[in-house]
């Protein structure tokens, strides 16, 4: 197995890079430039493993003597922020434009909010890779209830009441049923009640 697999193969499963240096006796340098050319490729892990080891080497020198890889240092800053980029978007109060701001506070010579969004949907993709599912109308119905709940006010007591939110989306359609109710309970009357019949009448669509 060529070492460009294995790094990538290390750094896929969250390998620290100076771990994958020590493990594979590699200075940290060359580390970080398999990965940082790995993540500028654009391409998948899946992509890349279907390579054989001459077509994966083949790649990367590649890239490596592409005129626009330059700037190294700067995108490596950025490859390794983002790690704090995806904590802090998951906070539901916080926007990638507000990291993006952030991030350029600490790096007045980073990169631009585009570039910045672009270099972080490879870098997510890379290391969270999606597959396309296929809906049949009518097969599937997708339930759930929302983690952030809505709130009424009582306007007798002025007092804010909790409300569970249900949601439900058919998988073909990609239609949504809501509803909010006291209580997840079902036992109480108040729990949710089944969708109505014409949301559950899914037109087939291509």
């Keep these: 197995m060529s070492r460009v697999r294995k790094i990538i193969e290390l750094f896929h499963c969250s390998t620290d890079k100076k771990a994958i240096a020590r493990r594979l006796n590699l200075p940290l340098n060359t580390v970080r430039r398999y990965i940082w050319l790995f993540l500028a490729s654009g391409k998948s892990y899946e992509e890349l493993m279907q390579m054989n080891d001459t077509e994966l080497e083949r790649m990367i020198i590649q890239m490596g003597n592409r005129k626009q890889v330059t700037k190294e240092e700067r995108y490596l800053n950025l490859i390794e922020y983002f790690p704090k980029v995806e904590k802090e978007v998951k906070k539901t109060v916080v926007t990638r434009f507000m990291v993006w701001e952030k991030y350029k506070t600490q790096h007045p010579d980073g990169y631009g909010r585009s570039q910045f969004n672009r270099y972080y949907v490879i870098w997510h993709r890379s290391r969270y890779p999606s597959a396309v599912i296929t809906h049949k109308a009518q097969a599937k119905m997708y339930v759930d209830c ?61």
Excluded: H, M, W
């Excluded at 909790?162 to 049923?177: C, K, M, R, T």
């Excluded at 729990?191 to 019949?197: C, G, M, R, T, V």
């Design 146 to 206: 929302t983690g952030k709940k809505l709130y009424i006010v009582d306007p007798e007591k002025n007092d804010a009441i909790e409300l569970e939110v249900f949601v439900a989306i058919l998988g073909a359609s990609q239609l949504i049923y809501c509803e909010a109710s006291s209580s997840q309970r079902l036992s109480r009357r108040e729990s949710f009640p089944a969708p109505k019949s014409d949301f559950l009448s899914e037109p087939f669509r291509d």
